[in-house]
């Protein structure tokens, strides 16, 4: 099982950006996935899941409005877009993906970092 986020970089305070998660090594498109973030000196923070078809989103309240979750099961690549950023997005990003039947996660990629600032 491999995880490789990319995309994220420093942006300004409303700003936007795009991050991409891409699997190998499983079946994607059997696998609810999730953005987790851990920011600088904190614990980690789930951000947002989404179930295996695509058809069920799930967010923290902290960015529920500002990012969407999505995915591409033929591709096997699992998305954030993030809009209207704040400083305090700032956190390296994960992608992992969930065991099955729990809420659990069992595979994480490297993290990607993202930084909010003027």
């Known amino acids: 099982v491999q995880l490789v986020e990319s995309g994220g970089g420093l942006v300004q305070p409303g700003g936007s950006l795009r991050l991409s998660c891409a699997a190998s090594?499983?079946?994607?498109?059997?696998?609810?996935m999730s953005w987790v973030r851990q920011a600088p000196g904190k614990g980690l923070e789930w951000v947002s899941d989404?179930?295996?078809?695509?058809?069920?989103?799930y967010y923290a309240d902290s960015v529920k409005g500002r990012f969407t979750i999505s995915r591409d099961n033929a591709k096997n690549t699992l998305y954030l877009q993030m809009n209207s950023l704040k400083p305090e997005d700032t956190a390296l990003y994960y992608c992992?993906?969930?065991?099955?039947?729990?809420?659990?996660?069992?595979?994480w990629g490297q993290g990607t970092q993202v930084t909010v600032s003027s």
């Open positions: 992992a993906r969930e065991r099955r039947g729990t809420a659990a996660w069992d595979y």
């Open positions: 090594g499983f079946t994607f498109s059997s696998y609810y």
């Open positions: 989404i179930n295996s078809g695509g058809g069920s989103t």
